[in-house]
């Protein structure tokens, strides 16, 4: 039986809620197979999210991984190509941990790929009505860390493939009325269709999803 992990995050700092975390539990609600899907919420902290991760990959064995994290600056779903070993946090973890050029996995590589077909996801999510796009920069901080403990579990396990999906906030809990959001029901939507995508699709688009800057 085919197994997929799906993880969101607790909320961060003074914030309520974290639409990551509740993106998942809702599509796990509505999972109805016929593949295992196994769902974790982590922590934001640096030490706790990737061990709360690789625990769950050591008992679940997934086949899957796709993590998924708040960039309350962004506007779209954007889909992660590239993980870097770096931690380079501007602001404290939930933790109070704050570490700078610090590397994610000591002894692993600068980066690395994402191996889910992270073009067909964008353009799944998209053609769905959900705005969405590749992303090339996951950031320095938490979600940076998951997205390259995920990979870095990818790269030792035979048949594990790995990506990471960040979120914009859901328009009913956004800490503003100017915040970038989307409807919660959306941000569910996308993650249904990368996992949908993920399991099903192996070698990604050949287009281009580059950028200029």
Known sequence: MTTLLLT?????????????????????ARWTGPET?????????????????????????????????LAGNRSVISVE???????????ADNDGAQPVDAPS?????????????????????????VPSEV??????????HAMFAALHAAAERSGLRAGFIHVPW???????????????ADI????????RTSLGVHEDLPVSAGTLS
């Open 8 to 28: 969101g995050f607790e909320p961060f700092g003074g914030d309520a809620v974290n639409p990551s975390g509740d993106a998942v539990r809702e599509a796990a």
């Open 37 to 69: 899907l196994v769902t974790g919420i982590l922590p934001v902290t640096f030490e706790g999210a990737p061990a709360q991760l690789n625990a769950l990959i050591e008992e679940h064995s997934p086949d899957v991984v796709i993590a998924t994290g």
């Open 81 to 91: 190509r590239v993980a870097v070993n770096l931690l380079d946090a501007r602001i």
């Open 105 to 129: 996995v000591a002894g692993a590589p600068a980066a690395y790929f994402a191996t889910l077909p992270v073009k067909a996801i964008a353009r799944g999510i998209s053609a769905a009505g």
């Open 135 to 144: 992303s090339h920069s996951a950031g320095t901080f938490v979600c940076n």
């Open 170 to 184: 859901a328009a009913e809990q956004a800490p503003s009325t100017d915040a970038a959001s989307l409807p919660l």
């Open 188 to 195: 569910v939507r996308a993650l249904e269709i990368a996992v």
